[in-house]
Nanobody, 118 residues
Framework: QVQLVESGGGLVQAGGSLRLSCAAS????????LGWFRQAPGKEREFIAA???????TVADSVKGRFTISRDIRLNMVYLQMNSLKPSDTANYYC????????????WGQGTQVTVSS
C-alpha cells in the first residue's frame, strides 16, 4: 500500500511561485509513476503532471511552461514547482501514484490547498 503526504500549499499572490512536495512510502516506489492532480470547487478533477523517470515526465498543456515536475527516487519524493501562478490555479492539489503500466492512479494523498490571490 502506497502512502502519499503532500506539503507546501498556501496563499500566494498572482505571479508568485510555490513548490509542492509529496513524500511517498510503501511498495517498491521505483516501479511507480508519481504525479499531481488538482480540483477546484465546482470543477472536475484535472491532471497536472506525472513522472516516472526524468526523461518520462508529462505536463498538462494548461500549465506547461509554468509548472515543472521532478522526482527524487532516492528520497521517495516528488515535487511540483509552480511559477507565474494565476488565480485560476487555485485548487486542492493531490499527489497520486500508479504502478508502471497501470491505466489508473490507485493511490491518492489527502491534498494540499493552493490559493492564488489577484
Amino acid at each position: 500500500q502506497v502512502q502519499l503526504v503532500e506539503s507546501g500549499g498556501g496563499l500566494v499572490q498572482a505571479g508568485g511561485s510555490l513548490r509542492l512536495s509529496c513524500a511517498a512510502s510503501g511498495g517498491a516506489l521505483s516501479n511507480y509513476v508519481l504525479g499531481w492532480f488538482r480540483q477546484a470547487p465546482g470543477k472536475e478533477r484535472e491532471f497536472i503532471a506525472a513522472i516516472y523517470v526524468p526523461q518520462a515526465a508529462t505536463v498538462a498543456d494548461s500549465v506547461k511552461g509554468r509548472f515543472t515536475i521532478s522526482r527524487d527516487i532516492r528520497l521517495n519524493m516528488v515535487y511540483l514547482q509552480m511559477n507565474s501562478l494565476k488565480p485560476s490555479d487555485t485548487a486542492n492539489y493531490y499527489c497520486v501514484a500508479k504502478f508502471r503500466g497501470s491505466s489508473a492512479y490507485d493511490f491518492w494523498g489527502q491534498g494540499t490547498q493552493v490559493t492564488v490571490s489577484s
